[in-house]
């Protein structure tokens, strides 16, 4: 017998139960000395069975669905991502013909390779897993056939044949980020399968635990039940957080307050939680907002642009569009530099951020263009909206780092619905039109659709 035993067989109750009040500070290892040394000598092989056999039984399911979601999922997340951001320069090279946006697709395009060389078919045991990552990869080789024919054309601004390529351009990479999808979703029901796996482990274990302890009688089962407790009630608190996290429900926390293995292994656990729901917020920035200004970018426009109309039809309110473009953009980058033009776009969103309602959306269409939707607004209250961002604009100083301050114009075109439009699409037309007829009279002024009106050319 150990010296362990031999001093646990000499507590009195009093002590006992002094120390199971102080259990949650004790580690595992010494909660079980002290359920050996309570229980009849016969029960040290079912206690010793229990802290070599079911306790790791118990954790090592788990330890697998956190290394999985760590490991498997991290470098298709990364592609996913890569993939939403590609897309990017193309379109803001079809807008503005600006041959930067060459650069920043080669830089992307250089991510996206590694990425997929990060994600190879060869890293998944599952052949279904290694034909979508082929398949995204197809797509994303169509995609790049186009994307460098488009980056290609010298004039690529009002080219109807490039706007097309553009949408074909898009679906390719729709389709290989709907392949990764499928991909992560293959993922989860393989953990499902493992924690499914995991609890059957758990209840043959306990079912013979529980044989073992009937045989030894009234005592040593109320001993080993006080033991268990101690140890399955925080394992099936984490193993339901498990299946949450299992399902998508990344901001679910277990909570167990022992300081032992337990509460160490819950606190790894809540990280990695943290850590992912940070990086699924991550994704979800980047796949909506413009990188430069922080607004929401070309994509969610016409996402929240259709939402709007749906959600204005259904309960008959108007909803009105802004369409704002910074007079002699060009100029800027002309004289100041490019750095100093973005400083203006980003001081820009800033500002039609702070000056706007919680619920109009403000989106970065392309270029120095930017649209802002106005949920339950008329053309009356939208045009004095836009009149107002307008001379606010004016008499901003805006920051660019050369010391004197730099002071712009813009041109706003007002459209709203359903007086000048009947979908979201001829909104944004409506919109469009009365911005060049702003330019076209002089620009820094806002002017609202004229239904009558013919349309005026593009200025330079």
Known sequence: ??????????????????????????????????????????????????????????????????????????????????????????????????????LQFQQLRQRVELAFKEASPEHFTKEEERVLIKSARAEWVQALVLGEQLLGLPSPIGNIEAAQDMEVFDAHLDRAVAALDKLSTSFYHELDHDRAEAHNIRTRALQTTLAAFVLTGAISLFAIMVLARSITRPLETMRQGATKLAQGDLSHRVNISSHDEMGELAAAFNTMAMRLEADQVALSELAYRDSLTGLYNHRSFYTFLDDEFARSQRFNQTVSLLVLDIDFFKRINDIHGHLAGDAVLKELGELLLRDLRNIDRVCRYGGEEITVILPGTDIEAATETAERLRTEIEAHAFDINTGAPLHITVSIGVASWPTHAKNAESLVAAADKALYQAKNSGRNRVVRHEPTSSQPQNPA
Do not use: W
């Not at 001093?7 to 010494?30: C, F, N, Q, Y």
């Open 1 to 102: 017998m150990s010296p362990v035993t031999a001093t646990a067989l000499h507590l009195s109750p009093k002590t006992i139960m002094k120390s199971r009040l102080s259990g949650s500070r004790l580690s595992l290892h010494t909660r079980f000395a002290l359920g050996i040394g309570v229980v009849l000598l016969p029960f040290l092989g079912v206690a010793a069975l229990g802290q070599s056999y079911l306790l790791p039984r118990l954790i090592e399911p788990l330890e697998d669905i956190i290394r999985e979601l760590t490991e498997e999922m991290e470098p298709v997340e990364h592609l996913q991502t890569t993939l939403l951001q590609v897309s990017m320069p193309v379109n803001d090279y079809l807008i503005s013909a600006d041959p930067d946006e060459r």
